[in-house]
Nanobody, 119 residues
Framework: QVQLVESGGGLVQTGGSLRLSCAAS????????MGWYRQVPGKQRELVAF???????NYADSVKGRFTISRDNTKNTVYLQMNSLKPEDTAVYYC?????????????WGQGTLVTVSS
């Protein structure tokens, strides 16, 4: 059974930084593209960044230049370094595997990690 466990969220001021981590059970990382998503209450979950098994990355325009996604296949962990945070980045952040532009997500969602950016 695949489990996704996100951590690293918290309260930070505008302009601050956080590093999120997502640990996955099993061996899904080696074969799959991994993504970070976020959701604000009342809105749809959105994909903010993904990284392929080969290390290629893609970012939503709203986070480009501020967020960096990376992965460590030996630890089955994907990271999201978030810099220059803005209040509009406040959300619950989740990770999952995906097939870009084909399958939005592959596994059951974890509990997520809450990021709150104060103005």
């Amino acid at each position: 059974q695949v489990q996704l466990v996100e951590s690293g969220g918290g309260l930070v001021q505008t302009g601050g930084s956080l590093r999120l981590s997502c640990a996955a059970s099993g061996s899904i990382f080696r074969a799959n593209t991994m993504g970070w998503y976020r959701q604000v209450p009342g809105k749809q979950r959105e994909l903010v960044a993904f990284i392929t098994s080969g290390g290629s990355t893609n970012y939503a325009d709203s986070v480009k230049g501020r967020f960096t996604i990376s992965r460590d296949n030996t630890k089955n962990t994907v990271y999201l370094q978030m810099n220059s945070l803005k209040p509009e980045d406040t959300a619950v952040y989740y990770c999952n595997a995906l097939v870009p532009r084909v399958v939005a997500y592959l596994y059951a969602w974890g509990q997520g990690t809450l990021v709150t950016v104060s103005s």
